[in-house]
């Protein structure tokens, strides 16, 4: 069974900082990349940052140079650490897995955890 736990989050001033946390449960036999999403009420999920089983990590154009990924040696736990925020990354942000393709196909192909909120005010 997949679960994620997402902490962190809350809320910051312009300029300042947050992390964020996902801890991840899944079947030892599965790999998963780890990725964050966001979503304000009335757009679609934005898609924010990725890192790989592998250790390689993307980042979308809005949040390049300012957000930093990274995941613990377990390959459990993803932490998003968010600097020079801006009110526009407001919103609630969730964690994602996706299998690799390297896992066995008995394991879920994805899950996204429950969200957590970040408001950055001006």
């Known amino acids: 069974q997949v679960r994620l736990a997402e902490r962190g989050g809350g809320s910051a001033q312009a300029g300042g900082s947050l992390s964020l946390s996902c801890v991840a449960s899944f079947p030892t036999e599965c790999k998963y990349d780890m990725s964050w999403l966001r979503q304000v009420p009335g757009k679609e999920r934005e898609w924010v940052a990725g890192?790989?089983?592998?250790?390689?990590?993307r980042f979308s154009d809005s949040v390049d140079g300012r957000f930093t990924i990274s995941q613990d040696a377990t390959k459990n736990t993803a932490i998003l650490q968010m600097n020079s925020l801006k009110p526009e990354d407001s919103a609630m942000y969730y964690c994602?897995?996706?299998?690799?393709?390297?896992?066995?196909?008995?394991?879920?192909?994805?899950?996204w955890g429950e969200g957590t909120q970040v408001t950055v005010s001006s």
């Open positions: 994602q897995i996706t299998r690799t393709t390297n896992s066995p196909r008995s394991c879920p192909v994805r899950a």
């Open positions: 890192i790989g089983s592998d250790g390689n990590s």
